[in-house]
């Protein structure tokens, strides 16, 4: 390269290299724009860390599917870093100091031309650039290089070397599926993916039928056994999550959906795909993210279906000689859960899934993090280190030890608080002056509700009825439910039990009743209005509630989405038909408390007109949010405006309390500001003595209840009662959590 060419192409490097906004982007501009001058096929940038080994920062043209660093002193590198002079060879292979990397292929380039960084007399890294033809590189364009590398020096000497380029310290997103924090060795769980079985005809289909029937009895034998393998550790939470599948499995309607499928000459692979297909879009296209988790099941079903029907197995690689593992797959099933024993199990990171998926739910039943829903890791390798923060719904792939000495350093802080917290199982949630909270857990599945009771729950204060009408093909029988709501008092016997009617319709619709049509299904034809206009679907529903509760138990019935008096003047008639049903019967009940959920603005309003007609009323925060806000939560353009910090939510909730107080009813909130600290503190400066939550975030509320002074709360209340910006009283109560040295429940 001529003198005058190369001043010009280094003053221009100069300047769009101090243009770009990071370092990561900076050497990736370097290694591209110095390849392309030079007419090289590599280009690559070596930074040399406090041991004098050399990493990889940023490369054009080789091969990278990890970080690479190369030991002190070794290879054609490591000898223009200790000799601080380049080297320019037309065979790299042949010198006596050739060092290979595995993993770079670089058997395929023959000339290596290596320059210093030197700062300051110190050595600060090394430039190479490789061409595959073996001839050495000009002397112009080494001088060009040699040039270029006085300069660089400045430029990249004050990156930290914990960088180590693109591929150490890699950040991914996901959702939170259980709370907690693992470092481990990824596994990868692949057995196969029934969605990619193309259709086929079906040879002998009377032969196919007797198939499906052979491999359902198959596969539920196996649930059995990998639930014993199991029960030791959690017994009652996982034996519900198993039954649950186990129930699926014997269900009609997909034995008999199976069998169609084969009728119309369907081999059994598509067959049964095809109707995992139907059962699962059913849910994944509803709003509601509870509704939404069930079709993860029906996807691990399938997935295990098929595997025991091609012979594929879910025992995973040898992990024998690895003492923490961490499980990765598009979606990590229950079946491979079984296979790690509990004290290898560091983590779980589904690039599908959400935290309500019976993955999250087994999870959290193990005290395991999972973090749901991450992109699809690329170029997974055999002991890949990784990072799962649960409490953030983050990964770190490729953690460096800095790094990875910090969260261990978290882990051990989160076992210490664990510790606390495990001894208040039994304590009543009490603040330091005397304010007495009842927690409750929410529920909505048979597998949920052990962990309830053993994290402590006092009863279950929100227990969504819809799935038993939503995975099947006609509407459950009065047996078929009450069957499900006796196991849900039994666990909870002599607790409250607050039931809530069928919230159907809208995005949460029945595959043999659908609604279509509607523009705007959240305002649509949903919850009380749905089952009010299906006078038969309500009723049985209420029949089956109250024989189920029989005459110990505590029943609350609380209805969805009252919006009018007429809703709920229809809704008591009803209920008072059903009682007067099942005592002409001569079934054995006591009169339920009834209640509505405040989640439609309006009902707010009508609060003083229905008092004399109700018991309580249960806040449902996260719609109530959603109306006052107008905002969709689940959409991506608007969803970070969302917050139930919101000043006008706060508001809102502060007249609903005082409006229960005045008309002396019960009052108790269900959504998610229930597990959030800094919201529990407002709500308990509002008054609040019962709370309803998931059952992992019981603890966590109990500690802060028992370390929170209610006179503070109250405090903190009005304070932020005057404030008209949701960051504003976030950073104030975060403050006051950290003077109360509350700090580590923001996790």
């Known amino acids: 390269m001529p003198v005058s060419s190369a001043i010009l192409e280094l003053s221009r490097l100069q300047k769009d290299l101090l243009q770009l906004a990071t370092p990561h982007e900076q050497l990736r501009f370097l290694v591209d724009s110095v390849s392309e001058v030079v007419d090289t096929d590599v280009c690559t940038l070596y930074l040399t860390d406090e041991e004098g080994n050399m990493n990889l920062m940023a490369s054009h043209g080789l091969d990278q599917t990890g970080p690479v660093s190369i030991p002190a002193s070794k290879g054609l590198v490591g000898l223009v870093a200790k000799n601080k002079h380049p080297i320019n060879v037309a065979r790299a292979n042949a010198h006596p100091n050739f060092f290979y990397v595995e993993g770079t292929a670089e058997e395929r380039f023959g000339s290596f031309c290596g320059v210093p960084l030197v700062r300051y007399g110190r050595i600060i890294g090394v430039l190479v650039v490789q061409r595959i033809e073996a001839v050495e590189l000009s002397a112009e364009d080494e001088g060009f290089l040699v040039t270029l590398s006085s300069q660089l020096a400045h430029i990249v000497a004050d990156i930290p070397n914990a960088l180590r380029g693109d591929f150490v310290n890699q950040y991914h997103h996901g959702v939170k599926g259980s709370s907690g924090i693992g470092i481990g060795i990824g596994i990868l769980c692949d057995h196969g993916d029934l969605f990619s079985v193309p259709d086929e005809p079906c040879d002998d289909i009377e032969e196919a039928v007797g198939q499906w029937h052979s491999l359902l009895a198959r596969v539920i034998s196996q649930l059995e056994s990998e639930e014993s393998s199991l029960s030791i550790q959690v017994s009652e ?7 649950t599948y186990a129930s699926l499995l014997r269900d009609p309607a997909l034995m008999t959906k199976v069998e169609e499928e084969i009728q119309r000459n369907n081999w059994l692979p598509g067959a049964l795909r095809t109707t995992v297909k139907h059962f699962a879009e059913m849910f994944e296209s509803m709003e509601d993210p509870y509704m939404r988790a069930r079709a993860e099941d029906i996807h691990h079903l399938g997935n295990k279906l098929y595997a025991a029907h091609t012979g594929g197995s879910n025992v995973l690689m040898d992990i024998s000689n690895i003492d923490r593992v961490i499980l990765i797959g598009q979606e990590v099933s229950v079946s491979d859960i079984a296979t790690v024993p509990s004290e290898k199990l560091a983590g779980i990171i589904c690039f599908a899934g959400s935290g309500l998926s019976h993955t999250a739910v087994l999870a959290n039943a193990l005290g395991v993090p999972a973090v749901m829903g991450v992109d699809t890791l690329k170029h997974l390798r055999i002991r890949e280190k990784f990072i799962v923060d649960g409490n953030s719904g983050l990964i770190v792939r490729y953690p460096n030890d800095m790094l990875s000495e910090e969260f261990q350093r978290l882990i051990n802080e989160e076992e210490e608080l664990k510790h606390k917290l495990s001894s208040l199982r039994d304590l009543p949630a009490i603040t330091p002056d005397g304010h007495v909270v009842h927690l ?3 529920s909505g599945l048979l597998a949920d509700l052990s962990p309830g009771l053993r994290h402590g729950a006092q009863g279950i204060g929100l227990y969504r ?23 849900v008092f039994d666990t909870y016997k002599y607790k409250p039990v607050y039931m809530r009617t069928l919230d159907i319709g809208g995005d949460k619709q029945l595959p043999y009743f659908p609604i279509r049509g509607e523009q705007n299904p959240a305002m649509g034809w949903r919850g009380i209005r749905f089952t009010l206009d299906n006078y038969q679907v309500m009723m049985t529903q209420l029949r089956a509630m109250l024989r189920a509760a029989g005459t110990e138990s505590d029943l609350h019935i609380l209805l969805p989405m009252v919006s009018s008096s007429e809703e709920l003047n229809s809704s008591i008639e009803l209920l008072q038909d059903a009682q007067e049903q099942l005592l002409n019967e001569g079934y054995p009940f006591k009169k339920p408390k009834l209640g509505v959920m405040i989640e439609v603005p309006a009902a707010i309003s009508l609060l003083p007109f229905w008092s004399s007609r109700i018991d309580f009323i249960s806040i449902g925060s996260n719609d109530l949010s959603q109306y006052l806000l107008a905002l969709d939560r689940n959409n991506a353009q608007v969803a970070n405006r969302y917050d139930q910090l919101h000043p006008a939510v706060l508001q809102e909730i502060q007249r609903i309390f005082q409006l229960a107080r005045t008309y002396d009813l019960k009052v108790s909130l269900c959504g998610e500001m229930a597990s959030d600290p800094m919201a529990v503190i407002l709500l308990v400066g509002m008054g609040f003595d ?23 709360a109250e405090s903190l209340l009005q304070q932020c009662l005057q404030v008209d910006n949701v960051q504003d009283i976030r950073t104030l109560l975060k403050r006051s959590m950290k003077h109360l040295k509350l700090t580590e429940l923001l996790n």
């Not at 939470?237 to 039954?243: E, K, L, T």
């Not at 992992?696 to 370390?707: M, V």
Request: avoid cysteine; hydrophobic fraction near 40%; charged fraction near 20%.
């Open 465 to 487: 009825t819809e799935i038993p009408f939503m995975i099947r093909d006609s509407l459950p029988s009065e047996e078929e439910q009450l069957q499900v709501y006796q196991q």
């Open 440 to 442: 409750l857990t929410n």
């Open 690 to 712: 019962t709370l309803s939550m998931s059952a992992t975030k019981l603890p966590k509320i109990k500690y802060l209840l028992r370390n929170l002074p209610w006179r503070i």
């Open 237 to 243: 939470s996982v034996r519900g999550i198993f039954n």
